[in-house]
């Protein structure tokens, strides 16, 4: 199983980039799919999630300005990321769950002030 993030890298404050994570090992149309994201000195957080049925869910500081989808015929989830925050910063990490977990290596999301 494979999951390789890809999008990441360094904006201005105010603007948008949009993360990919293409999977490969799985049945991806019947995973629960998310992406997490870990700050420095801080715990990885859910940001946003989707599930096999495509209903959706957001961290509350992430709300209005993140928008994930799922593309099952390309076996690739995304997470679309506007307004973008300084807070923002951190390491971003795609997720595949069901029953079991499956990571990605994480991609450097970057928001300078």
């Known amino acids: 199983v494979q999951l390789v993030e890809s999008g990441g890298g360094s904006v201005q404050a105010g603007g948008s980039l949009r993360l990919s994570c293409a999977a490969s090992?799985?049945?991806?149309?019947?995973?629960?799919l998310g992406w997490y994201r870990q700050a420095p000195g801080k715990q990885r957080e859910l940001v946003a999630g989707?599930?096999?049925?495509?209903?959706?869910n957001y961290a509350d500081s992430v709300k209005g300005r993140f928008t994930i989808s799922r593309d099952n015929a390309k076996s690739t989830v995304y997470l679309q990321m506007n307004s973008l925050k300084p807070e923002d910063t951190a390491v971003y990490y795609c997720?595949?769950?069901?029953?079991?977990?499956?990571w990605g290596e994480g991609t450097l999301v970057t928001v300078s002030s």
């Open positions: 090992g799985i049945i991806f149309s019947i995973y629960d």
């Open positions: 997720n595949a769950f069901r029953r079991v977990n499956y």
């Open positions: 989707i599930t096999s049925g495509g209903s959706t």
